[in-house]
């Protein structure tokens, strides 16, 4: 039996009356409207065409032609389609989609979802997680973006978030991907994984970084995380060509194993003084040497939860240490090492309508092969301050005590008082500027300080900056990182 509406436009109510069938039916809140409703009551199908329009449960799906099933909850739509799912926006030729389950696939399709784009002849989704084949992704919403990564298989996660919470930042991954620049690969990635707020930064970025410095001298480095989130081995590598230290990187793989992970690694002439100082970094020593780790192995807890406000981290590290000076040829120390660190930090809270205060809490145990034990000790306050709109400031007060002895110079804390600022200027849409500083109160001077200049054009970022202490000079270029916001049409 067929009825047809006899004006225009009209809604329809998916559900007329209850179930019959074991499948979960679809209430009275799925409702459809359009130029045109038909309603089949022999089939239990509800077709609407013309600037037809779904809702269900905070789900709308807009279509030129929308077929929606009311046992089973099963839809198909065809024609310049909109699907917004929560924080997901999805566009696409055709669409197949089960209302129940959240799943379904897109044809010629279009995902934006915390702030990535995702381009592919075939996309499958489910509530967290997006999946597309032969893919592309940026974070640019032109029509043509210079800058790409295409992909064999391009997989986009959520974490999970309380009910009617906006979902967290998920993570990215990318299966025999490579770099496009202008629509022509300039760089193979074998296989690629970042959190989705790591996009635009030094963490996330697989394209090469090159420049200058005292020890090193001209230096061209990569790395970048690899496997997939659906996968429970993954790991990351970096590599560093220098014309006056030779080859140095590091190769790493962990394991997932619910609630910790088993890593082990492989570091050759690691140099410590590499990455500047976190604020909460319990090996935080600027010693001029080299150090290979030939293996090291242990277990990581990433992070557990302790009631409501605070966070624990964890690590078990062991494995053989050689120390170098500084021209990676004369060993200074050699011996097996054991580490236990444990951090507590506070979640940001705050004081003022600018102003939030974190705290944080570390130990270190170390014990070496020679016989010597090492401990160390971290007490840490951040204010994290809204000087503006574009102006961000952040200044930690730094405590460090060690006791006791160690064969290595790296291990050890650095200043026993130290103020870290970190200022991040956004000038405008093209233009920022990071600017930190390391004061040591112990001896009142600067230890060091980074200055970064970014230019964003065209979905790309390009950095220039310094560091005064390694007299470091070095430049870049990647994807940039995702809008605050999520960008709907």
């Known amino acids: 039996m067929r009825r047809r509406p006899p004006f225009l436009p009209v809604a329809g109510l998916l559900l007329l009356h209850a179930s019959p069938a074991p499948a979960a039916p679809l209430n009275a809140s799925a409702i459809v409207q359009a130029d045109t409703v038909e309603v089949h009551l022999d089939d239990e199908t509800t077709h609407a065409s013309g600037n037809a329009r779904l809702t269900y449960r905070g789900l709308e799906l807009c279509a030129d032609d929308i077929t929606a099933d009311r046992v089973t909850g099963d839809v198909s739509a065809r024609g310049d389609l909109r699907l917004i799912q929560g924080e997901r926006v999805m566009f696409g030729e055709s669409l197949s989609y089960n209302l129940n389950s959240g799943a379904g696939a897109l044809r010629g399709a279009r995902v934006v979802e915390q702030g990535v784009i995702i381009t592919g002849a075939v996309i499958e989704v489910s509530p967290q997680e997006a999946v597309a084949r032969n893919a592309q992704f940026t974070t640019c919403d032109r029509p043509d973006p210079h800058f790409a990564f295409a992909a064999e298989r391009i997989t986009l996660t959520a974490e999970e978030a309380p009910t009617g919470a906006a979902p967290r930042s998920g993570s990215l991954s990318l299966s025999k991907g490579r770099v496009m620049y202008r629509g022509r690969s300039v760089l193979p990635v074998p296989g690629y994984t970042v959190d ?74 690691q140099d410590p003084a590499d990455s500047p100082i976190e604020t909460d970094d319990l090996e935080a020593s600027l010693a001029n040497v080299l150090i290979n780790r030939e293996p090291e192995y242990g277990v990581v807890l990433p992070a557990w939860r302790m009631g409501r406000f605070f966070t624990l981290q964890g690590s078990w590290l062991a494995g053989a240490y050689t120390e170098y000076e500084s021209d990676g040829i004369h060993e200074l120390a050699q011996a097996d090492r054991s580490s236990i660190v444990l951090l507590a930090r506070s979640d940001a809270y705050r004081v003022s309508p600018s102003v939030r205060l974190s705290h944080g809490i570390g130990w270190r145990r170390s014990s070496y092969s020679s016989g010597d034990d090492l401990t160390a000790w971290l007490l840490r306050t951040t204010a994290d301050m809204r000087l503006s709109p574009s102006i961000r400031l952040g200044v930690s007060h730094v405590r460090r005590r060690e006791s006791g002895e160690s064969p290595f110079l790296f291990d050890g804390v650095g200043p026993s008082r130290e103020l870290i600022g970190d200022l991040a200027w956004t000038v405008n849409a093209a233009w920022r500027l990071r600017v930190v500083e390391y004061y040591d109160l112990e001896n009142s001077e ?36 995702p809008p605050a916001q999520e960008h709907r049409e």
């Open 196 to 269: 989705v707020g790591d996009v635009g930064t030094d963490k996330g970025n697989p394209t090469p970084t090159f420049g200058f410095s005292g020890d090193d001298g001209p230096y061209l480095s990569i790395g970048y995380a690899f496997g997939s989130p659906n996968r429970p081995l993954t790991g990351d590598f970096s590599y560093r060509y220098t014309t006056s230290r030779g080859i140095r990187g590091h190769v790493r793989a962990w394991r997932a194993t619910e609630p910790a992970e088993l890593t082990i690694g492989y570091y050759r002439r």
């Open 446 to 481: 600067t230890r060091d300080m980074i200055l970064e200049v970014t230019r964003t054009a065209h979905c790309l970022e390009y950095t220039v900056g310094w560091r005064s202490e390694r007299g470091m000079l070095y430049a870049g270029f990647g994807l940039a990182g």
